[in-house]
Each structure stands twice: as C-alpha cells, then as structure tokens.
C-alpha cells in the first residue's frame, strides 16, 4: 500500500446500469450496490485501511426469500468490523451483456460516479482476490414457465 493511502478499484462487477464494486476512496473501504443505475447503497469503512499488508473483506449478508431482496454489508479490516449498511435491494438476474468483472481498475462504465474509469487503477497491491459463496436454499429457484416468460419478455 502506498504510504498516502490506498486508492482505486480491488473489485467490480458490472457498471452504470447495475453492478457492485469494492474500492477505496480517500484511504477507506467503501463498497457501493447499484440496481440498474436507479438506486446505489453505499456502505464506507469508518477509518483509512491500515498502512502495509491487510486483508480488505467485505460479507454481504442476504436476505433471502426471493429474488432481488436486500441484505446487510459489514467491511473488515483484517478480520475486524471496520463498517456496516444496508442495500435495501438488489437487481435480480444478471447486471448487463457488456460489462464485465474486473480487478485493480474498472475497464467499462464506472459502478458508481464515486470513481472515474481513468481514475479507478488501484494504487496499492492486490495479493489476491477470492469469493465466497455461502448455502443456497434454492428459496430463490425460478420454475421452468417463469424462465420461458422471462426469456421472452426479453427478446
């Protein structure tokens, strides 16, 4: 980490139009959930990443029961609480065709007006980045007439 701070994109998915993204700004941890460019939740560490080799998390806590439900966001800072919000939803199904997941920097339109797509190089060093899923309960499983629907509402 550069000794002013750690600035820039660690993880994004998707962007404008829907997508999530994990960043620092201004020294501290900020992840950001856009539903389809209309709404954006926003949840930022309480204090600047610690200088030097830490581990950056973020757990996203669904809420379950269905499709496009909210869920509680907690950042840590190697292992410890560092902030805490909400996203009240989340866009179901897919964030976009075109955009795409990226590491270090955000290659398509940005998740958030927070970063610029040139701005969004992360100035630090990313060791690695690793997802984990949690138990799928199936509770938001989609029956075979609904996807047939879906598929052709989009067309």
């Given at each position: 980490?550069?000794?002013?701070?750690?600035?820039?994109?660690?993880?994004?998915?998707?962007?404008?139009?829907?997508?999530?993204?994990?960043?620092?700004?201004?020294?501290?941890?900020?992840?950001?959930?856009?539903?389809?460019?209309?709404?954006?939740?926003?949840?930022?560490?309480?204090?600047?990443?610690?200088?030097?080799?830490?581990?950056?998390?973020?757990?996203?806590?669904?809420?379950?029961?269905?499709?496009?439900?909210?869920?509680?966001?907690?950042?840590?800072?190697?292992?410890?609480?560092?902030?805490?919000?909400?996203?009240?939803?989340?866009?179901?199904?897919?964030?976009?065709?075109?955009?795409?997941?990226?590491?270090?920097?955000?290659?398509?339109?940005?998740?958030?007006?927070?970063?610029t797509t040139q701005g969004s190089r992360f100035t630090g060093t990313?060791?690695?980045?690793?997802?984990?899923?949690?138990?799928?309960?199936?509770?938001?499983?989609?029956?075979?007439?609904?996807?047939?629907?879906?598929?052709?509402a989009r067309q």
């Open positions: 980490m550069p000794t002013s701070g750690a600035e820039g994109v660690i993880i994004a998915q998707g962007g404008r139009f829907g997508g999530w993204s994990v960043y620092a700004k201004g020294g501290k941890a900020k992840f950001v959930y856009n539903v389809l460019g209309i709404h954006e939740f926003q949840v930022e560490a309480e204090s600047q990443i610690p200088f030097g080799a830490t581990q950056v998390r973020v757990e996203f806590a669904y809420d379950g029961g269905g499709l496009a439900k909210g869920g509680d966001v907690t950042i840590y800072y190697d292992g410890k609480p560092a902030g805490t919000g909400r996203v009240d939803i989340t866009q179901p199904m897919i964030f976009s065709a075109d955009e795409t997941t990226d590491i270090g920097y955000e290659s398509g339109t940005p998740v958030t007006a927070d970063y990313i060791n690695w980045v690793q997802i984990d899923l949690g138990d799928d309960n199936q509770d938001h499983y989609i029956d075979p007439e609904e996807r047939l629907r879906i598929a052709m």
